[in-house]
T-cell receptor, first 113, second 115 residues
Framework: GIQVEQSPPDLILQEGANSTLRCNFS?????LQWFHQNPWGQLINLFY???GTKQNGRLSATTVATERYSLLYISSSQTTDSGVYFC???????????????FGTGTRLTIIP | DSGVTQTPKHLITATGQRVTLRCSPR?????VYWYQQSLDQGLQFLIQ???????AKGNILERFSAQQFPDLHSELNLSSLELGDSALYFC??????????????FGPGTRLLVL
């Protein structure tokens, strides 16, 4: 199956710093999503971004599908950004079928005040 | 608060038993998704239902089954439980049937411990 690798596995930053999280995948994909799991376990869907660039406030994401990677940028980090960031991919061309949504192992981000 | 509710929050049971996890989607959402998060396997997509019908299947074991009822709530049934089934089970919902192209809203999860 498709392999998803995220780097770095851990990242510790001072509040106000910028960060870049990377997601590499081993095959072409039609769907890519970024998720944030906060320290209390709550999961939040950040972006659906199979290609191109999207921005939402201090967060932005870019996927270069031809080179099989996606980047999540966090600017002016706040302590509330702490948690684990996951990317997930799947290859289905429609919303039917049994292709599996595959998650990476995540990047644990810790923002220090 | 995402608007997605899951019950129970915690569940402790023994190997070989059967449990049912319940999820109520956000008002108006037609799709429900189930995910499992464990230390061994990480986050895994299990299954998706759209308006009562199974829409996509992921890494769901044969011992597990799910359904979505006419009122759109969903239940995940786990049977013949094993120690390795201990995990956090998330439910998510989205507006329509476009699956992973739509924003999903996650519930707080049910933490299952199998002893």
């Amino acid at each position: 199956g498709i392999q998803v690798e995220q780097s770095p596995p851990d990242l510790i930053l001072q509040e106000g710093a910028n960060s870049t999280l990377r997601c590499n995948f081993s095959d072409s994909v039609n769907n890519l999503q970024w998720f944030h799991q906060n320290p209390w376990g709550q999961l939040i869907n950040l972006f659906y971004i199979p290609s191109g660039t999207k921005q939402n406030g201090r967060l932005s994401a870019t996927t270069v599908a031809t080179e099989r990677y996606s980047l999540l940028y966090i600017s002016s980090s706040q302590t509330t950004d702490s948690g684990v960031y996951f990317c997930a991919v799947d290859r289905r061309r429609s919303n039917f079928g049994n292709e599996k949504l595959t998650f990476g192992t995540g990047t644990r981000l810790t923002i220090i005040p | 608060d995402s608007g997605v509710t899951q019950t129970p929050k915690h569940l402790i049971t023994a190997t070989g038993q059967r449990v049912t996890l319940r999820c109520s989607p956000r008002s108006g959402d037609l799709s429900v998704y189930w995910y499992q998060q464990s230390l061994d396997q990480g986050l895994q997509f299990l299954i998706q239902y759209y308006n009562g019908e199974e829409r996509a299947k992921g890494n769901i074991l044969e011992r597990f089954s799910a359904q979505q009822f006419p009122d759109l709530h969903s239940e995940l049934n786990l049977s013949s439980l094993e120690l390795g089934d201990s995990a956090l089970y998330f439910c998510a919902s989205s507006v329509g049937g476009q699956g992973f192209q739509e924003t999903q809203y996650f519930g707080p999860g049910t933490r299952l411990l199998v002893l």
